[in-house]
């Protein structure tokens, strides 16, 4: 025990009381807090009760930078990161320049580095094909020696269904797998409203779920026939579950994501034509919505991701059919997701799979289950604190987000990484 660097004492796991003992930033033990262990030289907290979790880790982000930093740069989306109980954080990479060489993954590698460099860790997602145009396919191989943990035409549909397969085996060969934004590109592709009754009611330019369901249906029947992984982006509605099901029933290799604004919102809230309501793909119906709750607790839908897209004020600040879509989400993912786990409506199983164990396995990053030897990433989370969405609450750059003036339940207290207290 002489090595032991950090005791966390009196925090809640579950329902019992805990003490984390860390040494070397790793997890030395989890122990009852009744037996009020002795640890002489070691760094005491008192938790005080609050509820102990593991760190999360997002896969699906947008931190804008190299190109785009007026909207988000990579320091600025580490602190709210970092703030918002992320230690792992994937990025997409239609940055400018794209994302689609060793020389601007290197880049952001080492922006991560200097900004923050006790973590959160920055794991960057290299484009699919150069310049993200899906003609011709990007040097996976060099992006992946770089760092890239995977490869994604995030943010644009790939067309060919024969581009697809070829960058899937590539990308296999590689060891990584291929994250999908899918949407049918000949469908209103970017809409970022829904087609149904209220776009109809508001004249809006719309996109029907199957644009969605199409492009899923492509991916798994690929995975399925090359036995080779497949990751599918932000789901949003119950034709994708249902496919999604299917392909996990007979066994296809189909992990998928949702995010939380698509668990708790539904196209009501873009009909009065409010573009922080705008996000691709769009916001679905109430009944989508039951359908990916069930989903994930089921485990049919894998994990959790924010899909964190930064922009300007102004940018946002016009007609919907020009505003930009996304919605800025690694402040508030947590809070929101923590308090569908309060309402019962996601098991705490789900919730720490979705945000854990679940991204972690898929791309293999280093995970915290509080066994002996983990990374010492865990948070202190205050599930009484309130708190309210302005501007100013927001870490992000991205103060567009549908939640903003709301008033949330349960902040980060705490955020400890390798054992050192970081907020
Ligand atoms: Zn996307």
Not at 45 to 73: I, Q, V, W
Not at 170 to 192: F, K, L, T
Not at 222 to 228: G, P, W
Not at 259 to 267: A, K, V, W
Request: net charge negative; aromatic share 6%.
């Amino acid at each position: 025990m002489s090595a032991v660097q950090l005791v966390v004492r009196n925090a809640l796991w579950g329902k019992k009381k805990v003490d984390v003992l860390v040494a070397r930033g790793r997890i030395a033990a989890l122990a009852p807090a009744v037996r009020k262990t002795r640890v002489d030289g070691a760094e005491e907290f008192d938790a005080g009760g609050l509820a102990l979790l593991p760190s999360l880790t997002d896969c699906h982000t947008h931190l804008r930078e190299p190109g785009f930093e007026y909207k988000e740069d990579i320091a600025s989306g580490l602190d709210a990161a970092l703030h918002g109980g992320f230690s792992n954080v994937m990025c997409m990479a239609n940055t400018s320049p794209v994302n689609d060489n060793a020389t601007v993954t290197e880049l952001m590698l080492e922006k991560a580095r200097s900004a923050h460099p006790g973590g959160p860790r920055l794991y960057p997602v290299g484009a699919l094909s150069r310049g993200l145009k899906a003609e011709e396919l990007a040097p996976l191989a060099e992006l992946a020696q770089a760092g890239c943990v995977a490869f994604s035409n995030d943010g644009l549909p790939v067309p060919s269904a024969e581009f697809f397969r070829r960058a899937m085996e590539y990308a296999w060969d590689q060891g990584r797998r291929v994250i999908d934004h899918c949407e049918e590109p000949s469908m209103n592709p970017g809409a970022g409203m829904n087609e149904g009754p209220v776009s109809g009611r508001q004249g809006m330019t719309a996109q029907p779920d199957v644009a969605e369901a199409a492009q899923v249906a492509r991916d798994i029947l690929l995975a399925d026939y090359l036995k080779i992984p497949v990751h599918l982006a932000h789901i949003s509605c119950r034709r994708s579950v249902e496919l999604i099901a299917w392909a996990k029933e007979r066994g296809a290799p189909v992990t998928a994501e949702t995010c939380p604004h698509y668990l708790l919102l539904t196209e009501e809230r873009a009909a009065n034509y409010d573009t922080a309501a705008k996000v691709n793909p769009p916001l679905r119906t109430g009944e989508d919505v039951e359908a990916l709750l069930a989903a994930l607790n089921s485990g049919v839908i894998d994990i959790l991701v924010t899909d964190h897209a930064p922009h300007a004020a102004h940018e946002k600040e016009v007609e919907f059919d020009r505003a930009p879509c996304g919605i800025s989400g690694l402040d508030t993912a947590l809070s929101l997701t923590w308090d569908l786990v309060e309402k019962k409506r996601l098991s705490r199983e789900a919730f720490l799979r979705a945000w854990t164990t679940g991204p972690c396995g898929i791309f293999g990053l280093p995970v915290n289950r509080f066994q002996v030897g983990d990374p010492a990433d865990f948070l202190l989370f205050d599930p009484a604190a309130r708190w309210e969405v302005t501007p100013e609450s927001l870490r992000s750059k991205g103060k567009n987000t549908p939640f903003l003036g709301s008033r949330l339940r349960g902040r980060v207290a705490a955020h400890f990484l390798g054992g050192k207290k970081k907020v």
